[in-house]
C-alpha cells in the first residue's frame, strides 16, 4: 500500500471534489481551492478537504497536486504549481493532452517539467458541481496518464499508484494518441448528441408534437446535449484537428447508410446493422465476461422501490448484472430497465424476473 499524500486540489467541481473525497477516503491530507468562493464552500462541506483562500496556500508542503480546471487555464496553473510547490508531482484532470503539454514544456523551467504528468479520468457525466460529487466516481474507472519524454518515471509511478490506490485503473498512452482516441469515443459522441438535440428542437417549431413521439433511443442519444456548454466548446476548439476528422468519418458513415438505403440494398444495410450491434454488445462486456452478454428489457411502473426489488430479485437468482439503463417514458408513470447481463445467465435471468413479476423481453 502507498503512503498517504498531502494532495492540492485546484478546482473543484465535480470531478475535483471526487478527487479529493477519494483522496480523503484513502487517507490523504486534502486542501482545496477553487476562484469561486461559494463552489469552494460548498465542496468543503461535501467532502471535508480544507479549503483554501489562494492558490499558494492550497499548494502550500503539497506532494500531489491535481489541475481539475478549465482547459485555457491548465497550463498557466500548471507552472505556477511546479514553481510553487518544488516538492510536488502535478497532474491534471484536462480531455486534451496535446496542446496542454506543448504550452507546460514552453513555458516551465527545464528543471520542473520532470514533475509534470499529464492525466484524463474518464469518468464524470452530463452534470457539473460540486453537488454530485462522489468518491465512487472514480472506482474502476480508466485514468490516462500522458507523461512527456522529460517526465520522470518516477513521478508517472506516484500517479499511477495513487490513482490504483483510489480505485482507479491507470493507463499510460502518448499524449496525441490520446486525443486522437477521445476525439472518437468522447468528443464525437457529444458533438452528435449536440447536433441531434439541435435539429429536433429546430424542427420541433415547426412540429410541436415532434419531442412527444422521441422514444428511449432518441433520450438515449441526446442524454449528453445536457452537458455543460462553456466545458465543450474549450474541449472541442482544444481538439479541433482530431474532432474534425473524426467528425469527418462520421459523416462518411452516415452518407454510406443513406446511400444504401436510397439504392434498396438491403442485405448491406442489414449487414452495416448487424456489425454494429455485434461490436455493441462485445463493448458493452466486462474483460472477464468470455461468452458475451445478453440484453433484457423490463418494463417497470414509475415507483420508490421497484429498481430495488429488480435488482433483489436478479440476486436471489444468482445472476450478475452487467450493466443497467433506465429510459422514462415520456407520458410519465412507467419506463423500462434495459439489462446487460452474461449471455450464459440470460434464461436464468429471464427466469428469476418473471418469478418476480416482471415480464423481460430479451433483445439480444
Not at 131 to 144: C, N
Not at 195 to 222: S, Y
Not at 235 to 240: D, F, G, P, R, V
Not at 307 to 330: C, F, K
Request: proline share 6%.
Amino acid at each position: 500500500m502507498t503512503s498517504a499524500e498531502r494532495v492540492a486540489v485546484v478546482g473543484t467541481g465535480l470531478m475535483g471534489t471526487s478527487i479529493a473525497m477519494a483522496g480523503l477516503r484513502g487517507g490523504d491530507e486534502v486542501r482545496g481551492f477553487d476562484t469561486d468562493a461559494g463552489v469552494l464552500a460548498l465542496a468543503a462541506d461535501r467532502s471535508g478537504f480544507r479549503p483554501e483562500p489562494s492558490l499558494p496556500a492550497c499548494l502550500e508542503g503539497a506532494t500531489l497536486a491535481f489541475l481539475c480546471t478549465p482547459i485555457p487555464t491548465i497550463a498557466p496553473l500548471a507552472v505556477e504549481a511546479l514553481q510553487v510547490a518544488p516538492q510536488a508531482v502535478v497532474t491534471d484532470v484536462g480531455s486534451v493532452k496535446y496542446e496542454v503539454l506543448v504550452e507546460v514544456e514552453g513555458a516551465v523551467k527545464a528543471e520542473a517539467l520532470p514533475r509534470f504528468v499529464g492525466g484524463h479520468p474518464l469518468g464524470g457525466s452530463e452534470r457539473s458541481g460540486p453537488e454530485t460529487a462522489s468518491a465512487a466516481l472514480l472506482d474502476g474507472i480508466i485514468w490516462v496518464l500522458t507523461p512527456s519524454p522529460a517526465t520522470d518515471d518516477g513521478a508517472a509511478a506516484r500517479v499511477e499508484a495513487w490513482v490504483a490506490r483510489v480505485g482507479g485503473r491507470p493507463v499510460r498512452m502518448d499524449a496525441r494518441r490520446h486525443d486522437r482516441l477521445v476525439a472518437m469515443v468522447s468528443h464525437l459522441p457529444q458533438v452528435a448528441s449536440t447536433a441531434l438535440m439541435g435539429l429536433a428542437a429546430q424542427e420541433e417549431a415547426g412540429e410541436p408534437e415532434i419531442l412527444l413521439l422521441a422514444a428511449g433511443g432518441f433520450r438515449d442519444l441526446t442524454r449528453l446535449a445536457a452537458s455543460n456548454p462553456h466545458l465543450w466548446s474549450d474541449i472541442l476548439l482544444a481538439n479541433k484537428d482530431a474532432v474534425r476528422e473524426a467528425i469527418d468519418l462520421y459523416i462518411e458513415r452516415l452518407s454510406g447508410l443513406r446511400d444504401m438505403a436510397l439504392d434498396g440494398r438491403g442485405e448491406d444495410v442489414e449487414r452495416a446493422f448487424a456489425l454494429a450491434k455485434e461490436a455493441r454488445l462485445s463493448l458493452a462486456a466486462k474483460p472477464q465476461v468470455k461468452a458475451g452478454v445478453a440484453v433484457l428489457q423490463v418494463p417497470v411502473p414509475d415507483r420508490p422501490g421497484v429498481l430495488a426489488d429488480l435488482t433483489a430479485t436478479l440476486g436471489r437468482g444468482g445472476v450478475n448484472i452487467e450493466d443497467l439503463q433506465i429510459v422514462h417514458h415520456p407520458e410519465g408513470g412507467r419506463g423500462t430497465v434495459h439489462l446487460t447481463v452474461s449471455a450464459t445467465a440470460a434464461e436464468e435471468a429471464a427466469l428469476a424476473l418473471q418469478g418476480g413479476g416482471f415480464e423481460p423481453l430479451r433483445l439480444a
